[in-house]
């Protein structure tokens, strides 16, 4: 950890001095964990090249200082945001960057109160996010543990679906898995739908049954060792009918051709055109209503988006998800999941599991 | 529902009329569940008193129509904030009002963009969370449900406590248990803390074993039918030491007269004096390392907060947790609490169980 943690570091202030910033303020806790090691629920880390300092409130303070190795704890008084500007402040810097994703208008204005006169913060957004979307080895060994782990849930959850099951049963069983296997909460709300509520891609689990000749969604990810996944899969709870296997074969080809088009230097919008493209093909694009996919790394949804208009090229790291879907109001919904590594010389599927439509 | 959502629709518009606003943009979920009855994870409600607009994307827009009864759903095209710069341009308002601890900055800069020249954006802050504050009948109802779950899963959490046992399974069981009871998640990371790690006061579960001996501070909460609870208690695994009987005596005291001390037009600092007072009495105030209490309700943290320098005064309809402790470092804390509603004259205590030390 201590290694890495350095190395992103180095990479922060090399930013840093591009655009000309004497530090750089994180207020996102995944930023703050990936740049310090820090775990607690708040604070705020101010890093420049010659120190880190986090500042958070007595809670977290003894957490802290065992947590962060080098660096500086301090402990506010007051309020968060008025200890930040008052470190700022003690340091003389003039330029002050800061990501606008995630620091609210109240902060901004406390910091503008606080941090003296001399000091401009300046909106620079995405900088640690833009690292963290590229994995390095420790990194990429969490996730595979975080995706293997969510698909052996996965697999349980499907063995769990009978007719007469609720859909709120199977959730909490399969966050108990969740628990039993090590992960440290579901990376989201575990999505379990039952035919009709199929229909919506982000269901929460209710009392419904399952009836005989039902769609089921499930989707669900376990954050293991601070590391999201995230998986989906579709079952029929009795024997498909024709039109319910062509909207699943549809769907399987098109994630096929998304995850086949998905390498490093092609923009992230090809990618989400290669799935829309197979959906075309079966007059199913309409019924495509979210996009293809997203970054998946310390937080669910992260960057690169995999969705129309994202000229951004993927990069040798990026851990993202491929996840089209066909849906139909009244009826239900079909999506097929998995977590993709992009690699220097292609990709790594990090899920497992049949993506063939299971038949209860 | 409909007539409880009418009712706060009309204090919110009683609001935006004292403060000349033409409307109000609700960015967090709480408020905008709060105000529509949506419970989706991503959109920006606009109400006004001739219209309330929900803007959302796709993968939520037939939930909102469902959920929402009367008011529009606008399924945004591009960004979400573009989307909502562009409804409030449509309506010609001159001063719309958003709570500036909720909106970014990167947000509000796109609405600034979006929303026409006419249109000014005035901080509001926590109009929404003031009404949140003071709950109804409907409310209160539910909040004693989850309270008695939570209540419930601590007596079953308690019960698997012996030497050997992991901290992370106990907190697997007892998520296990919110679920199977019918809550939709832990209202925040669940808190199982053995030995020295209790001297922690957020501590995450991890693989450490219970030795005899030990304390243990088990602090959890469940969101059942959206509303959260929150309840803590102390353990001692084995015949407690005089030192930890006093210590846990005292924090006891110390929350007892917090309880009373709560009352409608009472300072909420002076119930986290009330605290304060008596473990100054045993000389432990400085191993109380945080604040006595939080407001409770859509989400875990909301107002009013019972700490030092807070002059507001409570209400009637508030619900907040007491939750004193002491905390030594390399030794262990102690911590208990409980959820109280203020009522009209006096309060009730939501949570249940024994408040006395328990000893295994």
Redesign the interface.
Known sequence: MRTQVKNRKRALFELLRKSCLDAYLATNPADWFYLSGF???AGALVASSESMTLVT????T??ARAEMGEGRVVQQK?ALFSAVGGVLSAKGWRRVG?D???????Q??VLRKTAGRGCSMV?A?GVVQALRGRKDASELAQMRKAAILASEVMESGIRMLKPGVRE??I??EI??RM??G?G???AF?TIVAFGERA???????T?KRLRKNELVVLDLGVILGHYCSDITRTVFAGRAPRRVREWHRAVQEAQEAAISAARAGVACEAVDAAARRVLASYKLDQFF??STGHGLGLEVHEEPRIAK?QKRLLEEGNVITIEPGVYV?GVGGIRIEDDVAIQRNGTEILTRGTRNLIEL
């Open positions: 775990t607690g629920e409130d007595s809670r977290f003894a957490q007051g800061y606008p994703n995630s620091l609210t208008v109240a901004l204005g909106q957004p709120l049963e959730a909490a966050e108990y628990r039993k090590g440290s909460a579901p709300e229909a919506l891609p982000h269901a929460r689990p009392s209503i979210h208009g109001e």
